[in-house]
């Protein structure tokens, strides 16, 4: 039973360029979640999505960044003419439907490595 | 997210049980505590979570205070491939799996 995979593992775009960040999310999983680790810092929220649709988006950049989650394939975090400051490991997370208040834990992804030049 | 204070750092010897302490003072009545470790370079790896009654699983024990203001992860033989940073964290809202990470506790294993 393969867990998040993500890819690719690492990423170097020089600035300006575009950034595609691909999530499959744990077989049976219908939500992913996009964080955001910046070099020596915490995780942080980015955003929450289910099959084709966007739940939160309250912790993504206002601009060039998006998400989605199409019905079918992985899900997708594109980051449009990176600049420097986008470096960091991006990770995804699944977690299947939530049935009554117990919530399921997070399966993460081992990351996508950015690296804007 | 309820607040959660731990140690910045910790040392165990291989073999021993580690304990990670956090302080969760501000949790409410139906706010579960989960555990999640990153060990260098992966992705953050589910441990465990619970209520308020004591949890064990395969990999490690949930001790919680019988107020609930703090909680005790304890791996009961630590092996070198336990050194990660550990984090204690209270979603806001049950279910909403919206994680805030703090700084964490980086527990070291030494041979």
């Known amino acids: 039973n393969a867990g998040v995979m993500q890819n690719p593992r690492h990423l170097v775009r020089r600035r300006g360029q575009e950034a595609r960040l691909r999530c499959s999310p744990v077989?049976?999983?219908?939500?992913v979640y996009w964080y955001r680790q910046l070099p020596e810092e915490g995780l942080k929220f980015m955003v929450y999505l289910q099959k084709e649709n966007i739940i939160d988006e309250s912790g993504m950049p206002k601009e060039r960044f998006s998400a989605e989650f199409p019905k079918e394939g992985p899900s997708i975090l594109r980051i449009q003419q990176v600049v420097r400051g986008d470096s960091a490991a991006y990770f995804c997370a699944s977690s299947p439907p939530r049935t009554g208040a117990l919530g399921s834990p997070l399966h993460f992804g081992n990351g996508t490595r950015l690296t804007v030049t | 997210d309820a607040k959660t204070t731990q140690p910045p750092s910790m040392d165990c010897a291989e073999g021993r049980a580690a304990n990670l302490p956090c302080n969760h003072s501000?949790?409410?009545?139906?706010?579960?505590v989960y555990w999640y470790r990153q060990i260098h370079s992966q992705g953050p790896q589910y441990i465990i979570h619970g209520l308020k009654n004591n949890e064990t699983n395969e990999m490690a024990s949930l001790i919680i205070t019988e107020d609930r203001k703090s909680s005790t992860l304890i791996l009961p033989h630590a092996t070198l491939r336990d050194t990660a940073v550990y984090y204690c964290i209270v979603p806001l809202i049950q279910g909403a799996q919206k994680l805030v990470f703090g700084q964490g506790t980086r527990l070291t294993i030494n041979p």
């Open positions: 077989k049976g999983h219908s939500h």
């Open positions: 501000t949790i409410s009545g139906n706010e579960y």
